[in-house]
C-alpha cells in the first residue's frame, strides 16, 4: 500500500514546487505595469529583458515567410521592422499580462503612448486579427484590408496557414 503513495506524494511535491514558482513568477509580471522593450522579435513578439512577451489577438508574418506585392518580398522582417518603427529603442511600453501561452512567454496587451500596440499593427496591415484567439481587432484588420495596407496590398498566406505548410 505504502508504495502506490509514494509516487503519487512526489508528483504531488512536484506540482506543488513547480506550480507555486509558475504562480510566483506570473504574480510578479502582473504587478509589472512597465516594461522597457529590449527586443522587437518579429511583428508579434517582444523581449524586455529575460521576459518573451507574445501581443494578445494578432499574427504577424514569420520571420522567414516570403508575400507578394509587385514581387517577392520578406513580409516576415517588414512587420518586424514596422513594429521596431513604432517603439524606437528602449521603448517603455504599459502591458496588461492576460494569460501565458505554451511556449511560456507572456501574451499581454501592450500600449505605446497610450495607443494599443496590437490594434496599431492590425490597422497598418502587419499583423492579423488571430481570430483564434481574440475578436478584438477584426474591425481594425476590415480597415487595413480595405484601405490595402501592409500584407493587403499584395498577396499572402496567412501566418498560420504559412506555418503549418513549412
Not at 494578445?56 to 518586424?80: F, L, N, T, V
Not at 500596440?117 to 496591415?125: K, N, P, Q, Y
Not at 476590415?142 to 513549412?166: C, H
Request: hydrophobic residues 35%; aromatic residues 10%.
Amino acid at each position: 500500500m505504502q508504495r502506490l503513495h509514494r509516487p503519487f506524494t512526489i508528483l504531488l511535491c512536484t506540482l506543488f514546487v513547480y506550480g507555486t514558482a509558475s504562480i510566483a513568477h506570473a504574480a510578479e509580471i502582473k504587478d509589472t505595469k512597465l516594461l522597457t522593450i529590449t527586443k522587437v522579435t518579429d511583428g508579434d513578439s517582444l523581449r524586455a529583458g529575460e521576459i518573451r512577451i507574445r501581443l494578445h489577438g494578432i499574427d504577424a508574418p514569420e520571420m522567414r515567410q516570403i508575400c507578394q506585392a509587385g514581387g517577392d518580398y520578406s513580409c516576415g522582417k517588414s512587420a518586424q521592422a514596422y513594429l521596431a518603427s513604432v517603439l524606437g529603442h528602449n521603448a517603455t511600453l504599459k502591458c496588461d499580462h492576460l494569460d501565458t501561452d505554451r511556449y511560456g512567454r507572456f501574451v499581454m496587451r501592450c500600449y505605446h503612448r497610450g495607443v494599443d500596440i496590437s490594434a496599431g499593427m492590425v490597422r497598418a496591415g502587419w499583423a492579423l486579427a488571430y481570430r483564434r484567439y481574440s475578436l478584438d481587432y477584426i474591425g481594425d484588420e476590415a480597415e487595413a484590408k480595405a484601405a490595402k495596407r501592409g500584407l493587403w496590398a499584395g498577396t499572402f498566406k496567412t501566418p498560420e496557414q504559412w506555418r503549418r505548410d513549412n
